[in-house]
């Protein structure tokens, strides 16, 4: 019965993809080729073989009939703009959750179920008219017990088996298409189904996007530029989420930004900070920035909401982008192959001139724009592209972060199209490449290591007496053995020694360190400063000097 089921709603699926004219996407499941020939000899499909709009507005369209699953996956889709052709991927970029809401009572009841009690006993009102609707979930206003303003969002009743069916559809797309398109290995239609798998069933779960909301709250706490709406955890459960409610103009209505005085120019600049320092600061940012889900205060402050799709970045992947952006900046090719390299992102025997020259052609037509059109996102989509050549895997937090820098930099460059990226990311990248490679990251390098040795440290003797002890208590039948034992004695006494004065050098150095700094930053404060920082520092190394082990 389910197999019947599922080759009903495959026959449904191209039944609505030969209506649009998408024949080359069904002629990819081989299965359904004979009944795509059907569909043409109906009288009435004569002269539909022209379309006027393109064929990413045809897939657009046809998505949107098959309901917003399909919606939902024609999003995920677009942030793969390294494996989709452009006109398809901006299309796709385009699709929202326009869905018809269910009833404010059906609603009402969804949350009383969640908390186990009448929905009065949490809030002193419930509108049951929604103010948004999408694919997964919907959200309506509401006020607390003490008359906190609130916005309440709520999962679509008996959504689950839906998502498991279109995913399931889904998936039998993905492998009749690697099997049967000549596209499809290199596509890999069945591992972007899997990423939507992971980012649909993770919206299932309202508690997560509860959590990323309090990260990102707590990453900007105080900010000036920009507020995160606090979560209500008492009243979150898995199907329901309650968060404070914002009043602000939406970010797309341009004429009302400019009526309230609000500074175009330095809004624009806020929102490219705002990117960067969730990117590089704190490796945890905002992946779905959208206009719909930014708003901005009469003082000029953004605000953010729906927080269901994060990235994340470690520290190899902002070394990685930081000296990507960098080379570039400075049309340093070599230097972008480089990264790639030690990033060990493309095969270690990749021949890097071969490599800087494919960068280099993609590269340096994005020079020939005037300054202000010259997009971050789209050099790191053909970076990506290049890079495939060259068997770099897809990392999906850098296609994220790719996703999300389009998005604000098509938002900045609408609130004020002068905008230059260059000049506000340049600078920012340079500060925080010199926190990392400079003295700064080195003493920052030994602040995390020495509680790592000082918690060694006395544990050697223990760890040193037990070796020995074991090695007195085996079967030693000659002198040899035993001189080989006091010999060892002696070694770990003199690794002892090594280690302790090494421990000693290091911490005369880092204090020479922080007493420059210290007269650097207030000369007056200690007299004689420079003199101790010049002695301290001299002592440590003479003192790392005899730590360092023998060569003999």
Not at 7 to 25: A, M, N, P, S
Not at 424 to 437: F, H, I
Request: proline content about 5%; aromatic content about 10%; hydrophobic content about 45%.
């Amino acid at each position: 019965m389910a197999q019947s089921s599922q080759l009903f709603h495959l026959l449904r699926i191209t039944r609505v993809f030969v209506k649009h004219g998408l024949d080359e996407f069904v002629v990819t499941l081989h299965l359904f080729r004979p009944y795509r020939f059907v569909l043409k000899l109906l009288p009435w499909r004569w002269g539909s073989g022209r379309y006027e709009a393109s064929r990413g507005v045809r897939l657009t369209k046809a998505l949107e009939e098959l309901g917003p699953v399909f919606v939902k996956f024609g999003q995920v889709l677009s942030t793969r703009p390294d494996l989709l052709p452009e006109d398809i991927a901006a299309e796709l970029a385009k699709l929202q959750d326009q869905v018809t809401p269910f009833s404010g009572e059906q609603a009402r009841s969804l949350v009383a179920e969640a908390y186990g009690n009448a929905i009065d006993e949490h809030f002193a009102s419930f509108i049951s008219e929604p103010i948004a609707a999408a694919s997964v979930a919907q959200v309506h206003l509401a006020e607390l017990k003490d008359g906190t303003e609130v916005v309440v969002k709520v999962l679509r009743p008996g959504i689950q088996p839906v998502i498991e069916r279109d995913l399931s559809l889904l998936y039998t797309l993905a492998k009749l298409a690697e099997e049967y398109w000549d596209q499809g290995p290199r596509l890999r239609p069945t591992e972007i189904v899997a990423e939507f798998d992971k980012t649909i069933h993770d919206e299932l779960d309202l508690r997560r996007e509860a959590a990323n909301a309090g990260q990102l709250r707590a990453n900007f706490e105080n900010s000036e530029i920009v507020y995160i709406p606090k979560v209500y955890w008492d009243h979150t459960r898995q199907t329901v989420m309650v968060m404070e409610r914002i009043h602000g103009i939406p970010i797309r209505n341009v004429d009302a930004l400019k009526s309230a005085g609000i500074d175009m120019r330095q809004l624009a600049h806020n929102g490219v900070e705002i990117f960067f320092t969730q990117a590089f600061r704190d490796g945890f940012f905002h992946a779905d920035m959208h206009p719909g889900n930014i708003f901005v205060t009469k003082e000029g402050q953004y605000q953010a909401v729906d927080f269901g799709i994060v990235g994340t970045l470690s520290d190899l992947d902002k070394r990685y982008l930081a000296e990507n952006f960098l080379a570039f900046f400075n049309r340093d090719y070599r230097a972008v192959a480089d990264a790639h390299l030690r990033a060990g992102w493309v095969p270690a025997d990749t021949p890097a001139e071969e490599f800087e020259a494919a960068i280099r052609t993609v590269c340096e037509p994005i020079f020939a724009k005037p300054i202000n059109e010259i997009s971050f996102g789209r050099f790191i989509m053909q970076l990506f592209q290049v890079a495939r050549r060259f068997e770099m895997p897809i990392q999906p937090q850098l296609v994220l972060l790719q996703k999300t820098l389009l998005n604000i930099e098509g938002l900045g460059r609408q609130l004020y199209p002068e905008l230059d990226l260059w000049q506000t990311a340049k600078p920012y990248l340079e500060k925080w490449m010199k926190m990392q490679v400079g003295p700064e990251a080195f003493i920052d390098e030994l602040k995390k290591e020495v509680p790592k040795w000082s918690r060694m440290l006395p544990r050697m003797p223990a760890l040193a007496h037990d070796m020995i002890s074991k090695l007195s208590a085996a079967d030693l039948s000659n002198r040899n053995q035993v001189a080989e034992i006091e010999k060892l004695r002696q070694e770990i006494a003199r690794g002892q020694r090594r280690q302790f004065v090494g421990f000693v050098g290091t911490i005369s150095l880092l204090s020479a360190f922080m007493m420059a700094a210290l007269d650097g930053y207030a000369p007056t404060m200690i007299y004689g400063a420079p003199l101790i920082s010049w002695l301290l520092g001299g002592l440590g190394v003479l003192l790392l000097v005899f730590a360092w082990p023998d060569t003999q």
